[in-house]
């Protein structure tokens, strides 16, 4: 099944603590990315990547890193988190073959105290 | 610089009448668009594009949207709303030189019985 797999699907941690949410996708996608959804403000990308090795910041980067070390992964890396940063994370993939439909992962809630 | 708007936070229809979401957006160059649907507690799921050619596209669940070069709109319609129709729709733009996506704040659909 074609699939955008994302862990954990929540998680709870303390400001400062680093943290990892990984991304895997099973189509051979070649485009990544990764969003924040917040209640009115719709979702922000907050990264994105054209193929491996090979990232940009989207509209948020601030305070995330991502990596692009193999094609079908997409980790989002918080190094200190911040309550700020409590949200709901997709992580999506999509091909120039489709003209770039993103298939969306099913999300992670991220709360940092 | 990019921007898409769905001016309501929520519309309200009667089962089986038509619906209209709408959405305008600003890009420079020639735009992708996309229209996803998101149910409760799930991730983004794809409804329709446009690309190019002809200014109605139709999508998934009997959905269809018209691209309004002039009027830069491209606003989801539904003949029939269906209970099940109920859900957070959002329109998103993306550039056709670039790989940055940008999505509205979503709005959301109820659909009574």
């Known amino acids: 099944e074609a699939q955008v797999t994302q862990n954990p699907r929540y998680l709870i941690t303390v400001t400062g603590k680093k943290l990892t949410v990984t991304c895997s996708q099973n189509?051979?996608?070649?485009?990544m990315s990764w969003y924040r959804q917040d209640p009115g403000l719709g979702l922000r990308q907050i990264y994105y990547s054209m193929n491996v090795e090979v990232t940009d910041k989207g509209d948020v980067p601030e305070g995330y890193k991502v990596s692009r070390k193999e094609k079908r992964n997409f980790p989002l890396i918080l190094e200190s988190p911040s309550p700020n940063q409590t949200s709901l994370y997709f992580c999506a993939s999509s091909s120039s073959v489709t003209s770039y439909e993103q298939y969306f992962g099913p999300g992670t809630r991220l709360t940092v105290t | 610089a990019q921007s898409v708007a769905q001016p309501e936070d929520q519309v309200n229809v009667a089962e089986g009448n038509p619906l209209t979401v709408k959405c305008t957006y600003s890009?420079?160059?020639?735009?992708?668009l996309f229209w996803y649907v998101q149910y409760p507690n799930r991730g983004l799921q794809f409804l329709l594009k446009?690309?190019?050619?002809?200014?109605l596209v139709k999508g998934s669940y009997g959905f269809e949207a018209e691209f309004n070069k002039s009027q830069t709109s491209f606003h989801l319609k539904k003949p029939s709303a269906l209970v099940s129709d109920s859900a957070l729709y959002f329109c998103?733009?993306?550039?056709?030189?670039?790989?940055?996506?940008?999505f509205g704040a979503g709005t959301r659909l109820f659909v009574k019985a």
């Open positions: 998103a733009v993306r550039h056709t030189g670039g790989f940055k996506t940008i």
């Open positions: 890009v420079s160059g020639n735009p992708y």
């Open positions: 446009y690309i190019t050619g002809d200014n």
């Open positions: 189509m051979n996608h070649e485009y």
